[in-house]
């Protein structure tokens, strides 16, 4: 038992770390389960092809916020790292984000991007294609009781999303092992934990998403829920994978300057869901330290 127990330390310390809730969500430290992270994190450092959905919509901005498509691109490259096939799928709104990150990282992926008006069929034929073992969804919307999608104000912003709430049904009909990242309850998969949930969230009957994940991660912010997967993939790797402290300055930079805003000031900054840069790098830095104290990786 105590070997089971050091063995899983590194993992707890991650999860104690990506679920700190620094914005004052009210779910991440109440709400979120070390079992999820664990297990989901194991499923898919033994997948082989994985979809990834990312975007979230800022409607007054047209374009979608910083959270989601960094985190996105930064498990992307990981995966890839490790011998992995990915697929990044999202709407009109973050295509530019992603595939401007994308060529920054070498993340040699597919962006394929869904109409607004996006069918089921069409859907159904991006699993068909690809066929993956894994689909995970990171900050991406998910539709709430009424059918419709919500910002965490309250705001319908359905006419801004490509519907892709679907995916996560389609693929666990078909046995595609689903993981999601959400920080808010409006995001796909948080359905998982929406009766517990709704008490601690402001319109949390409206917003919060029906559809449920088979492994949830709920983040303080949804990029490090990523960051965290990263951290626990290069642990059972033993190689480190997880972008140093200037990276993530650099690509920080490159999200605003490719239109990218903070999705609670909706201004283009150095910032992620209202959380300043200083806070972003000590939650990046103390996953590193986690990585390098397990890998014996010199400071």
Known sequence: ?????????????????????????????RLNSYEDYYQGLKSLYNGKKVVLLTGFTIPQCQIGESDGPLGTI???????????????????????????????????GDVYTVPLNVNQKELQKILEDFKPSHLVA????????????????????????????????????????????????????????????IPYVANGEKIFATSSADYLIIAGVSNWGAYGIVAGLSILSALDLLQGEKEEVRLLRALSDL??????????????????????????????NIIRKNLSIPG
């Open 1 to 29: 038992m105590a070997a089971m127990v050091l063995k899983e330390k590194p993992f707890r310390e991650i999860e104690a770390l990506i679920t700190r809730d620094e914005g004052k969500r009210g779910i991440s430290d």
């Open 138 to 197: 990171i900050e991406r919307p998910g539709r709430g009781a009424n059918g419709r999608y919500h910002s965490m104000r309250g705001e319908d912003i359905t006419d801004y999303v490509g519907d892709l709430d679907p995916l996560m049904d389609m693929a666990k009909k078909q046995k595609i092992t689903t993981l999601a990242v959400g920080d808010g309850g409006n995001e796909m998969g948080m359905g998982k934990v929406r009766e517990a949930g």
């Open 259 to 288: 239109g990218g805003v903070d999705g609670c000031s909706k201004v283009r900054a150095m910032t992620v869901d209202g959380i300043s840069l200083g806070i972003n790098l000590n939650i990046l830095m103390a996953l590193k």
């Open 74 to 108: 930064i498990l992307a490259k990981a995966l890839e790292d490790l011998g992995k096939e990915v697929l990044i799928v999202t709407d009109r709104y973050s295509e530019i984000l992603l595939k401007g990150l994308k060529r920054i990282k070498d993340v040699h």
